[in-house]
């Protein structure tokens, strides 16, 4: 069972949105920070935003600031990413990461202990 499934990702024209949608399967957001990954071809994958289950606090990536929104759902156990004004450098393959980590070291892969299979996002030019 993946513990963590991601979806929402797709093409879209250059100043679009999309929505990102991570769901977990087999536990629950409490107590955990849960992550936005993304990489792109060529690149080391890199931290986007992130959202604490236990206080909401959030962070971002200075590339995303006032065009990508994380929340999150606690009912459905799901947490978004509202990604707006989409660039051709946003492209690339999105990943949702679950941890039981102090936010401020969010952008700390290792920390994590679930990882989703990613989704693709492409923007064309």
């Known amino acids: 069972e993946v513990p963590l499934v991601e979806s929402g990702g797709g093409l879209v024209q250059a100043g679009g949105s999309l929505r990102l949608s991570c769901a977990a399967s087999g536990f629950t957001f409490d107590d955990y920070v849960i992550g936005w990954f993304r990489q792109a071809p060529g690149k080391e994958r890199e931290g986007v935003s992130c959202?604490?289950?236990?206080?909401?606090?959030?962070y971002y990536a200075d590339s995303v600031k006032g065009r990508f929104t994380i929340s999150s759902d606690n009912a459905k156990n799901t947490v978004y990413l509202q990604m707006n004004s989409l660039k051709p450098e946003d492209t690339g393959v999105y990943y949702c990461?679950?941890?039981?980590?102090?936010?401020?070291?969010?952008?700390?892969?290792?920390?994590?202990?679930?990882w989703g299979q990613g989704t693709q996002v492409t923007v064309s030019s």
């Open positions: 959202i604490s289950s236990s206080d909401g606090s959030t």
């Open positions: 990461a679950a941890g039981a980590l102090l936010p401020r070291l969010w952008q700390f892969q290792s920390e994590y202990d679930y």
